[in-house]
């Protein structure tokens, strides 16, 4: 069991690293199963919203940035303020 630095719930981490290197890590270590899922979902949206384009090396940079923002709300913003989504209503129209 963890607390998770996204909901601040005492539940159960994820069984193995999401994704690979320091980051799965970090996210093992520090977010909670259901909030990764949570996550999975808001990724097709944040990347909808941000019309990101894979061919672009810089969109996994700005996809990981809005991740951690997602993840680790408590954590200083890798997001700048005028870019910062509003999770709660992107793709909901
Ligand atoms: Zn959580």
């Not at 996550?39 to 700005?62: C, G, S």
């Amino acid at each position: 069991m963890i607390v998770c630095a996204r909901c601040g719930r005492d539940r159960e981490a994820l069984a193995v690293p999401p994704v690979p290197g320091a980051a799965g890590e970090e996210i093992a270590r520090r977010v909670c199963a259901p909030c990764w899922e949570e996550w999975a979902a808001m990724e097709i949206k944040v990347i909808n919203e941000l019309r990101l384009n894979f061919m672009d090396p810089a969109a996994q940079a700005t996809l990981t940035s809005h991740m951690r923002a997602f993840l680790f709300p408590g954590d200083d913003s890798t997001v700048e303020p005028g870019e910062r989504l509003d999770f709660d209503s992107i793709g909901e129209q």
